[in-house]
């Protein structure tokens, strides 16, 4: 069994052993939600909540991944800073980072310090101020030192003792198993969209727009992302083979080159979140590039929001 087992299971279990394993993990399940459950309604109910002053939007998700919450961040950040906000920072977690103090990145931050998302952000919003902290709050204080108008925070739903507009991304399609984590994708109940401010469903509200950056005669596809195969549907037919990773993984480059010559590839297709971990390789690449367009919808939604704020 290999990881991309485990990810069809909690996903959409199809097969007898897949089923069976969602099955034994369910007691663990409805425990994670009790918790879940339970420090989300406390940080909900907090007295004092923390309040930035300044516009603060989070775009999250209710499952573990694969939903396309960064690129939807910076497209939402972009809309704003093309509408005349001079200062614009993105706070995140910094996932699988090395490092574990508060960064603000530079040119010189690399994905092993401060986590691929962040790079991402850094390349996609070349203008903004980008910051990596666990602690959502301390990274928020830190923009506004730095002079931020508006604050966005990838992935701070569960934050709920943060003042904030919530938009939860729906993945198109949803998991058909609804457990939460260790039986299921999702990391709080699906039931709690209920709480977020907006609902953006991928189709309706936001549309995905991929092309093909120096693309090869032959290629193959290289990526560590959450449900890889949400890719197929936007994949030339000169991509051979494909190979999947863990999400947020680092690459080995000799395992890459020797896929390469197993397969008598010209280059590799990477998205641009797997970019950012492929500096100083010396193959072909071709780039897989994800643009977001905005629906006239949220982007109403977005415009009311921070009128309020």
Not at 28 to 49: D, E, G, H, P, W
Not at 83 to 106: C, E, F, H, T
Request: proline residues 4%; contains cysteine.
């Amino acid at each position: 069994m290999n990881y991309l087992f485990f990810e069809e299971a909690l996903f959409s279990p199809r097969t007898f052993a897949q089923k069976v394993l969602v099955r034994l993990l369910a007691p663990l399940s409805f425990i994670y939600s009790l918790f879940a459950t339970r420090s989300f309604v406390k940080k909900s109910l907090a007295q004092n909540k923390f309040d930035a002053e300044i516009p603060v939007i989070s775009v999250g998700n209710l499952i573990v991944g694969g939903s396309g919450k960064t690129p939807l961040t910076a497209a939402i950040a972009r809309f704003f800073y093309d509408r005349g906000v001079g200062k614009i920072a993105i706070v995140s977690r910094g996932y699988k980072r090395k490092s574990k103090n508060l960064i603000v990145l530079d040119e010189k931050s690399d994905f092993n310090y401060a986590g691929d998302e962040a790079i991402l952000y850094r390349e996609l919003l070349p203008k903004a101020i980008v910051i990596v902290s666990r602690d959502r709050k301390l990274g928020i204080t830190k923009a506004k030192e730095l002079g931020a108008e508006m604050i966005f925070l990838d992935d701070g739903f569960r934050h709920k003792d943060i003042l904030k507009t919530d938009i939860l991304i729906k993945p198109a399609p949803e998991p058909a198993n609804n457990f939460c984590l260790p039986a299921g994708y999702y990391r709080l109940p699906k039931n709690f969209y209920k709480f977020a401010d907006f609902i953006a469903v991928e189709g309706e509200d936001f549309n995905r727009i991929v092309k093909v950056e120096n693309g090869a005669e032959k290629m193959i596809l290289i990526t560590a992302i959450a449900r890889s195969n949400r890719l197929d549907k936007f994949l030339p037919q000169n991509v051979i083979a494909k190979y999947s990773f863990p999400d947020h993984s680092a690459f080995d480059f000799e395992h890459i080159k020797s896929l390469m010559r197993f397969h008598g590839a010209d280059a590799i297709l990477v998205t641009q979140k797997d970019l950012v971990k492929l500096a100083g390789f010396d193959a072909p690449i071709a780039l897989l590039k994800l643009e977001i367009a905005l629906a006239d919808r949220l982007k109403t939604f977005l415009l009311k929001s921070a009128q309020k704020s």
